[in-house]
């Protein structure tokens, strides 16, 4: 099967949406939450949080990335998926980071990432599993589409 460039940032949306959605669904609406489009070589999403500010920055990956060429649809449905995934992720993260803070200070950092992604991993199967399909059809309409000259519209 071919590869092809997908550009990320049309799923930028997406992400918003579902880091609103979750955060809510998580009781994190104490934070001011923003939402930035970075270039970044290591993650899909990523977040930082100033807990005594209470205040969290959500990134979302805008370089283009490889996937195996399908059909389009199927293209856009599958990173769907992994966008809400993404935010579902991101959001479960900042539900623990007072909590890993704490556990910072005791374990080896790599100790304490993993068990935040063991808590993370369960979180997952309890909240985000039974709804991703729900998930996904409800934010499709939110991909923004190319136009044939590459560039990409709401």
């Known amino acids: 099967m071919a590869e092809k460039k997908v550009n990320l ?9 579902e880091c609103r959605h979750w955060c809510s669904v998580l009781g994190l609406v104490d934070w001011d939450i923003v939402f930035r489009l970075e270039d ?12 005594s500010s209470r205040k969290c920055v959500f990134s979302f990956n805008s370089k283009d990335i490889d996937i195996e060429c399908l059909d389009s649809d199927l293209d856009d449905r599958m990173l769907c998926g992994r966008v809400c995934y993404s935010a579902f992720h991101e959001s479960a993260h900042l539900l623990l980071v007072r909590l890993q803070r ?12 993993e068990l935040t992604h063991e808590c993370i991993g369960r979180l997952v199967s309890a909240f985000f599993d039974p709804v991703k399909n ?19 519209r709401k």
Request: hydrophobic share 35%; glycine share 2%.
């Open 9 to 17: 940032s049309r799923f930028f949306d997406v992400f918003k949406h």
């Open 40 to 51: 970044d070589d290591n993650s899909f999403a990523s977040y930082r949080a100033n807990l």
């Open 102 to 113: 704490v556990v910072d200070d005791y374990l080896a950092e790599d100790t304490s990432a």
């Open 134 to 152: 729900f998930r996904v059809e409800n934010t499709m309409s939110l991909i923004r589409k190319e136009t044939k000259h590459g560039k990409v």
